[in-house]
C-alpha cells in the first residue's frame, strides 16, 4: 500500500506540490515492520497505512521545516506527541505535507516550498495551511493527513478541496512537538475522506500527554462506535450571523440544502444567534501574531536551523538570518505581534482582545443552551485562483470568517463536502460542536454521508 | 550636610530541586557544557514546558518562612528579549501575580534589631550561559543551566547602608538554607544579588537609583554599594545627576560601571504565557508544606532569648540550622551555662567551621565531645586559655578532649599545697609587687597572678591562685 501511494504521489500528485519531503526508503522500512505486525496477528486499523503528515509535526530523522526556510534543514531528534501515537498504531509516514509557513495563511501561497496546488482545479489554491495535506487527501494520493487548526488551517483547506477535517476541542490532542505559531489557539485535528477515517484518526491522536500542561486528562470518547445513531431528535442551531452579504451565494446555496438534508435526517434547525461573531477577525489577528512573535523568537540562527552565511557581529546575525529565513507574511505577523504587546499597546490591543475573546466564548456557551450542534459554512467562498488575493493580506484573513470563532473560543468543529459552487469547485459544510463533542459532530457528519454522496466525488484525473 | 542611603535587594536564589523548572532535565553544576539540556532546553521546535512542582513547594516554603502571602492563583508570563544564552527568545518568570508577595526578614546590625519587609518572590527559570573564552575562535553556549528554577526575591527600599543590605543579604541566606529550597553556594552563582542604590537628603522624596547586578559575594555586595554611594554623593555634591542605569562591580577596581542606561532598557513586552496553566495553590497543599517546615529561626532564636540569651548571641546562633542545633545538643549534653556555652560556638567553635568548607554541616568533633569540654572547664580541670588549645586537637583529630588533657598535661593544679607553695615563692621573689599591693595598687594583684601561673607553667588554676594569694597577702 505504502508503495502504491508513493507511486501515486509521483505520478499524479507532480502536478500538485503537496509535499515537501519524500523519503521512500524511510517509508518502505515502516511499512515492513507493518507488515511483519501484521504477520503476528497485532494489527490495528492503521497499521500499515501511509499517512501524509503536515510538515508541522517533528518526526524523528524526518527533515520537519514547517514550510520554512528557516527551519530548512532542520531534522528533530524526537517525535511529536501526535507521530508518535501514529507511530504506536502501526502506521507509516508516507511523507511530509506541504503548508503555509509556520501555518500562517489560507492559501498554501506562503510555503517556502512553492504552492500547493487544488486538485479540482489547476488554477485555484487548495486552502491553508494544511493546503499540501487537504490536496493529498482529495487527489486520493494520501489516504489519510493529520493537520493543525490555529484559525481555520484544517476545516477551510478540506472545504476548499471537497475532503472531510476536524478540529477537535483545544487540548483533546497534545501539541507537544508541533512546531508552534499561536500556542493558545493551536490544535492538531485530521483529514481524511469521510467521517468514519476522522473517528478513527481522532481516536489515535486524542488523549492526554503529560508533556503539554494544557492537554487536557479526560477520557477519549469512542468516536467509531458512536458513528451509528443518526441525527433524530438533534438540535442544529443557525446562527443569524452567518447568511450575509459576506457569504457568496455559490456557497449559500449547498449550505443551506445540507442543512435542509440533516433536517430531513431528523434533526431540529433552530435559529441562534453569535453576536460578537464580526469581532473575531480582527481579535484573532491580535493574538495569534502577538503569540506568534513570541514563539518564533526562537529561530535566531544559533543553536539549529538556518544562519545567514555573512555576518558582522551577533545583532548583524540575527537580523540577517531572520530576514532571509522568514517570508513577509511570518513577517508580517511577526511584526504586527511585537507592536501589539509593546509597551503603551498592550492594553489597547493584547488586553482587549482576550475580552472580545471571552465575549465570543460566551455567545457559543449561550448558543449552546439552545442547540446540540452549530451548522454553517466553513469558508464565506470556494477556492479562489492562486495569486488572486496573495497581495491583500485583509482580504484573505476576513476569509477565515468562519473558522475564527471556534479557535477563540477552544471549541471543536468539524467540515464535509457538501456540494459545489461557482467552476465546480467544492464547498464544505461546517458544524461546530460544545466542549468535547467531537463524537456527536462525527455521528452527524456520518449520518449526513450515509445519506449523499459529496464525500466519495473525487477530482477528474485523479480517480 | 549628611546623606541617607537608601538600599533594595534582589536576590537571586537558585532552588533545590533536582530537574529544571520546565524540564525533566538535571541541574548538577559542574557538567560538560550542553550535557544537561534536554530539547525542551534547548528550544526546539514544538517543545512545551511542564512546571516542576518541587520549584512550587520550595516558593511555598519560602513564603511560610517569611510571613508572606502566597497567591491561591498566580500566573506565568513570558518576558521577550533575544540574548544568545536565552534559547526560546524569552525568559517564563511571573509578572503580574508573583508566588509570594509581602513578608519580612528581621536582621541585627550593631546589636540592633531590624525588619526589611519583602515586596515579592517570584519564580522564573534562569538563563545559559556565553562563554567568551575562545572557544575555537568563538564564543560558545553553555545551556546546562537553562531552565534552573530560580526564586527571586525582591526586598522593598528599607536598608540605610551597606552594612544593613549585607546584613540582609546574610540572613536572607541564611534563612534559604535553613529551610532547604537553596544550598546556597554563592560561587557557583546559587544565591546573587543585585543592589538598588539610591541617596538623598534626609526627608526628601527618593533620589534616582541605580542597579548594581550579579553580586556574588557578601564582600562584594558591601563593597559596590560603598562604592556606588560615594559615587552617587560626589556627584550630587558637584551639582551633577544621577542617571538611572544599570551598572556592574568589577572587584578587581573595587568600583563600578555602567551597563545600560534606562534609554537602552529592553521593551520586554510581558504577556501570559499561553503554554502554561495559571499556578494553583490550595490551602491544603500550603498546610502540606507547613507540616514538613523545620522550626523557623525567629523562633528558634525567641526562645533561646526567653532562656536568658542575649539578644546579638541567640542572632548569632542562629545563622544557620546546624550551627543551632550543634549548639542545643551542646549546651544540653554539657552542665557549663549556656552562656558560656554560646560564647564558645559562636567565638572558637564558629573560627573552625568557617575555615572549613562544610562549616557547621560537618565539624570534626561532635557536639557531645564539645560539651565535655565545656564541663571541664567549668569543673575547673583546664583554664579557658587550655580549652582552646583542647579545641583545636580536637579539630585536628586528636581524639577525646580527656584524652588530650592528659596527653598534653593540660590538667589545672588546683591541690592546695602545690599552689600554696608556688605562691610563697612568688611573693619572696617579688617584695615590691606585694607592697604595691598593699598600698592599694590593685595592678599589682593581677602581676602577681601571672607571675603564680608563669611559675606553674600556665596550669595553675587562676581563681584558686588568686584566693590563696588575697588570704596571703592580707595577713
Excluded at chain 1, 509556520?102 to 495551511?129: R, T, Y
Excluded at chain 1, 477556492?383 to 477565515?400: E, H, I, N, R, W
Excluded at chain 2, 502540606?288 to 533561646?304: D, I, S, T, W, Y
Aim: charged content about 25%; hydrophobic content about 40%.
Amino acid at each position: 500500500m505504502t508503495r502504491h501511494f508513493l507511486g501515486r504521489v509521483a505520478s499524479a500528485g507532480a502536478a500538485l506540490n503537496a509535499f515537501i519531503t519524500i523519503d521512500e526508503d524511510k517509508s518502505l522500512a515502516q511499512a515492513k515492520a507493518a507488515d511483519e505486525r501484521i504477520a503476528r496477528g497485532q494489527a490495528g486499523p492503521l497499521t500499515g497505512i501511509p499517512i501524509a503528515h503536515k510538515d508541522l509535526f517533528c518526526a524523528k530523522g524526518w527533515l520537519t521545516t514547517a514550510g520554512s526556510k528557516i527551519l530548512g534543514n532542520f531534522i528533530p531528534p524526537y517525535d511529536s506527541h501526535v507521530i508518535a501515537q501514529f507511530d504506536r498504531a502501526g502506521a507509516v509516514i508516507l511523507g511530509k505535507a506541504n503548508m503555509d509557513e509556520f501555518a500562517m495563511g489560507s492559501s498554501n501561497e506562503n510555503s517556502h516550498f512553492g504552492p500547493v496546488k487544488n486538485p479540482w482545479d489547476l488554477a485555484a489554491v487548495p486552502g491553508g495551511s494544511s493546503g499540501g495535506s487537504a490536496a493529498a487527501v482529495a487527489a486520493r494520493i494520501a489516504p489519510a493527513a493529520p493537520g493543525t487548526d490555529t484559525g481555520g488551517s484544517i476545516r477551510q483547506p478540506a472545504s476548499f478541496t471537497g475532503v472531510c477535517g476536524i478540529r477537535p476541542t483545544y487540548g483533546r490532542v497534545s501539541r507537544y512537538g508541533i512546531v508552534a505559531f499561536a500556542s493558545s489557539l493551536d490544535q492538531a485535528g485530521a483529514l481524511g475522506k469521510d467521517a468514519h477515517d476522522l473517528a478513527i484518526l481522532l481516536s489515535t491522536m486524542a488523549g492526554y500527554d503529560e508533556r503539554d500542561s494544557t492537554c487536557i486528562d479526560r477520557p477519549v470518547d469512542d468516536y467509531v462506535a458512536n458513528l451509528g445513531g443518526g441525527v433524530k431528535g438533534l438540535r442544529i442551531g443557525v446562527p443569524r450571523e452567518y447568511f450575509t452579504k459576506d457569504l457568496a451565494p455559490d456557497v449559500a446555496a449547498p449550505i443551506r440544502a445540507a442543512i435542509d438534508e440533516l433536517a430531513k435526517l431528523g434533526a431540529k434547525v433552530v435559529e441562534v444567534s453569535l453576536p460578537n461573531q464580526h469581532l473575531s477577525v480582527p481579535a484573532y489577528y491580535v493574538i495569534a501574531p502577538a503569540e506568534a512573535s513570541s514563539n518564533l523568537a526562537r529561530y535566531d540562527g544559533v543553536r539549529y536551523g538556518y544562519r545567514a552565511p555573512d555576518y558582522t557581529d551577533l545583532r548583524d546575525m540575527y537580523r540577517k538570518t531572520r530576514a532571509q529565513g522568514f517570508g513577509p507574511e511570518v513577517k508580517r505577523r511577526t511584526l504586527i505581534g511585537t507592536y501589539v504587546l509593546s509597551h503603551g499597546y498592550y492594553d489597547a490591543y493584547y488586553v482587549k482582545a482576550q475580552k472580545i475573546r471571552r465575549l465570543i466564548a460566551g455567545d457559543f456557551i449561550a448558543a449552546f443552551r439552545d442547540c446540540d450542534l452549530i451548522a454553517g459554512p466553513a469558508a464565506p467562498s470556494v477556492a479562489y485562483d492562486l495569486g488572486s488575493k496573495a497581495t491583500d493580506p485583509v482580504q484573505m484573513y476576513l476569509g477565515d470568517l468562519y473558522t475564527i470563532p471556534i479557535n477563540l473560543a477552544g471549541l471543536p468543529g468539524l467540515s464535509i463536502p457538501c456540494g459545489f459552487g461557482a467552476r465546480g469547485r467544492p464547498v464544505g459544510l461546517q458544524l461546530v460542536g460544545n466542549y468535547f463533542d467531537e463524537a456527536r459532530m462525527l455521528r452527524a457528519a456520518h449520518a449526513f454521508q450515509q445519506a449523499t454522496d459529496w464525500h466519495a466525488k473525487i477530482p477528474k484525473g485523479f480517480e | 550636610m549628611t546623606w541617607e542611603v537608601v538600599i533594595g535587594l534582589e536576590t537571586h536564589a537558585q532552588l533545590t530541586t533536582g530537574t529544571k523548572i520546565f524540564s525533566g532535565a538535571a541541574t548538577r553544576f559542574g557538567a560538560s557544557p550542553n550535557t544537561q539540556a534536554s530539547a525542551v532546553d534547548l528550544a526546539m521546535p514544538g517543545t512545551l514546558p511542564v512546571l516542576n512542582k518541587g520549584a512550587v513547594e520550595r516558593a511555598i516554603r519560602f513564603g511560610l518562612a517569611v510571613g508572606g502571602r502566597i497567591a491561591p492563583r498566580s500566573t506565568f508570563e513570558r518576558k521577550n528579549y533575544f540574548y544568545p544564552d536565552l534559547p526560546k527568545g524569552y525568559q517564563i518568570s511571573q509578572y503580574v501575580e508573583p508566588v509570594v508577595s509581602g513578608g519580612i526578614v528581621a536582621i541585627v546590625v550593631d546589636g540592633k534589631e531590624k525588619s526589611v519587609r519583602l515586596t515579592r518572590a517570584h519564580l522564573e527559570e534562569d538563563a545559559g550561559k556565553s562563554l567568551h573564552e575562545d572557544f575555537h575562535g568563538m564564543s560558545g553556549i553553555d545551556l546546562n543551566r537553562a531552565g534552573t528554577p530560580l526564586l527571586e526575591i525582591v526586598s522593598e527600599p528599607d536598608m540605610r547602608s551597606a552594612a544593613e543590605a549585607v546584613a540582609y543579604a546574610r540572613a536572607l541566606h541564611s534563612l534559604v538554607r535553613w529551610i532547604g529550597i537553596c544550598d546556597g553556594n554563592m560561587q557557583e552563582g546559587s544565591f546573587r544579588c543585585d543592589a538598588n542604590v539610591s541617596v538623598r537628603r534626609p526627608g526628601e522624596a527618593l533620589g534616582t537609583r541605580c542597579e548594581i547586578k550579579n553580586l556574588n559575594s557578601f564582600r562584594f555586595l558591601e563593597k559596590a554599594i560603598e562604592y556606588e554611594v560615594r559615587r552617587q554623593v560626589e556627584l550630587i555634591e558637584d551639582g551633577g545627576k544621577v542617571v538611572q542605569e544599570t551598572r556592574l562591580f568589577d572587584p578587581d577596581r573595587g568600583e563600578t560601571r555602567p551597563m545600560r542606561s534606562k534609554e537602552d532598557a529592553h521593551d520586554y513586552r510581558y504577556f501570559p504565557d499561553p503554554d502554561l496553566l495559571p499556578l494553583e495553590i490550595t490551602a491544603q497543599w500550603v498546610d502540606a508544606v507547613k507540616g514538613g517546615m523545620p522550626e523557623l529561626p525567629a523562633k528558634l532564636r525567641a526562645n533561646l532569648e526567653a532562656k536568658g540569651l542575649p539578644p546579638y548571641e541567640a542572632h548569632l546562633l542562629t545563622e544557620s540550622r546546624e550551627k543551632a542545633e550543634f549548639f542545643a545538643q551542646s549546651a544540653a549534653a554539657s552542665s557549663a551555662p549556656p552562656l558560656t556555652v554560646a560564647h564558645w560556638v559562636n567565638g572558637e567553635v564558629s573560627a573552625i567551621a568557617n575555615d572549613s568548607p562544610s562549616g557547621f554541616e560537618r565539624l570534626p568533633f561532635a557536639a557531645s565531645a564539645f560539651a565535655r569540654l565545656q564541663d571541664r572547664i567549668h569543673d575547673g580541670t583546664i583554664s579557658a586559655k587550655a580549652a582552646k588549645e583542647v579545641l583545636h586537637a580536637m579539630a585536628a583529630g586528636e581524639g577525646e578532649p580527656d584524652a588530650i588533657i592528659d596527653k598534653r598535661g593540660l590538667r589545672q593544679i588546683s591541690d592546695a599545697g602545690a599552689l600554696e607553695s608556688a605562691v610563697d615563692a612568688v611573693l619572696a621573689a617579688n617584695p615590691k609587687l606585694a607592697e604595691d599591693y598593699r598600698a592599694g595598687k590593685d595592678k599589682a594583684f593581677n602581676a602577681l597572678v601571672g607571675q603564680v601561673m608563669k611559675a606553674t607553667q600556665g596550669k595553675a588554676n587562676p581563681a584558686q591562685a588568686g584566693q590563696i594569694l588575697r588570704r596571703k597577702l592580707q595577713r
